[in-house]
């Protein structure tokens, strides 16, 4: 692969040799993790919690076109730049959307990211083609971690009890957002609620004693993942346990993620870790994770994924024991693993894994 060609060119490139071997011609992109994805970054959505986004990308065996209305172009032109990469722009007002796909793409073997008529099914091939990423990417993960991480310890450190779960997701939300990260999941769990739910949309439920934080935020495209918790008073021992049990699962999984092994492989180093632990049954009450990209898990981990690990990839595990959970955005190095969004100054549990010293979040107990 050429590395002197710019980031736009080479994920076109990408994407074309994806097409060859699965037998198709073009390619039509319509979610907006794709359409960030092959733009180097830019945004394609109006409304966030959308997956499809106000301008698509079709690339063809001569051509990359980017389909919109006269609402978006300017945007895209003026602020993204994206006529400076080489898309070809093609815009139809508002008011009238002609099928520019069939017409441009006419007799041509199509691939989609959405479900289109007579289109094959893009969307795992690209959400893999997406978890290999380069070095710039890299870095605006480790810049966007820290972004996160100063997000999360904000509004962590502002919690009072009595607050709702309204006002915390707001705390959390205000913090990302005024640092340039788009909060795309915002969850907040109180008390008991933290115990019934493992993805905890903010209600009205008054925090008394313990609070959950969840945050996947996004910024040039890519999404970053961490959840931290804090309780009011000395942490019953119950509680203590359990944290210490999914801090070691989840020490054993950064640990196991290492080049060249096989995703599936470090699934089951974590089911392990579980049943070590004692707590082996967990494992099937929510997903453990995966690597991320331009979605917080570009796909989900399991014992069967045969995908490889390669340095530079980015991957963020959230193993959960009823009533508490662990995670964060690692990167993969080739000599070591880097923890993208750790915050300085939260307490940590230090967890040896082979010899191997891991460093994860404890609960912060305020007394």
Known sequence: MDTTLAP????????????QSMGLQAAWLRSAASFAWATDGAASYINVAAT???ASLLVTPGDAYLLT???EAPRLEQEERLHEQGWTFKVSPWYRQPDQVSRLAAGMKLGADIPYAG???????????RAGLSAQEGERFRELGRRCAAAVDEAARALRPGMTEYEIAALLGAASQKRGALPIVNLVATDDRIYRFRHPLPSAQKL????????CGRRHGL???????VHFGPLPEELRRKARAVA??????????????????VFQAGVAAYATQGYEDEWQKHHQGGPAGYEPREFLVTAETMDPIGAGQVYAWNPSITGTKSEDTILVGAAGNEILTAIDGWPERVVEVGGVHVKRPAILEVV
């Not at 008394?208 to 945050?215: H, Q, T």
């Not at 070691?248 to 492989?265: F, S, W």
């Open 8 to 19: 736009t060119t080479l994920k076109i490139e990408r994407l074309r040799r994806l097409l």
């Open 52 to 54: 499809e986004g106000e």
């Open 69 to 71: 209305t006269n609402i």
């Open 119 to 129: 289109a094959a099914d893009l969307r795992a091939p690209l959400g893999r083609l």
């Open 208 to 215: 008394a004693r313990y609070a959950m934080l969840i945050l």
């Open 223 to 229: 999404v970053c993942s961490l959840t931290r918790l």
């Open 248 to 265: 070691a699962v989840d020490a054993a999984l950064i640990q196991a993620t290492r080049p060249g092994r096989r995703a599936g492989e």
